[in-house]
């Protein structure tokens, strides 16, 4: 009795930590999705290089991102240690992106190369 209740335990929490580890790859191949269909006119297939015209972005923070997708610049306050890769203003808005940010974020790191 005790032994089946530990097994039942046992299922569970794999089951759990499964479902949570797919939850990730999900949002991480719909961050993929999005970026492949809405940044690489502009920036690399690959975000670690650079592109046509938009910079490499695996450095830019959420916020960085967050706020070239919602207004098209940098933000007036930069995070601390974060040093943007063009003084170009040629990013366009893409608001309607907004609550994919974390996806496409997410995305980003994924395959950023360590250093
Ligand atoms: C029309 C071309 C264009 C498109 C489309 C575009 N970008 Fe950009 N992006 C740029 C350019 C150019 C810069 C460099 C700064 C500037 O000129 O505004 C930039 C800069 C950035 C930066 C800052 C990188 C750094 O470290 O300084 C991030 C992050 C970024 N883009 C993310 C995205 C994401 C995510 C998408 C797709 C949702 C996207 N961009 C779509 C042109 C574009």
Known sequence: MKFSILIGALM??????N???????ATIDKGRRLYLSNCIQCHNKDPNLKGSIGP???DAPLSVMTSMIMTG???????TGFIPKRKSKGMR??????????AIYEFVQSVKKKK
């Open 93 to 102: 808005k893409i608001p309607r992106l907004q609550k994919d940010i974390p």
């Open 56 to 58: 490499e972005m695996v």
């Open 73 to 79: 610049a940098y933000p007036t306050v930069l995070p």
């Open 19 to 25: 479902s949570l580890l797919s939850a990730d790859q």
């Open 12 to 17: 569970g929490s794999l089951f759990f930590s």
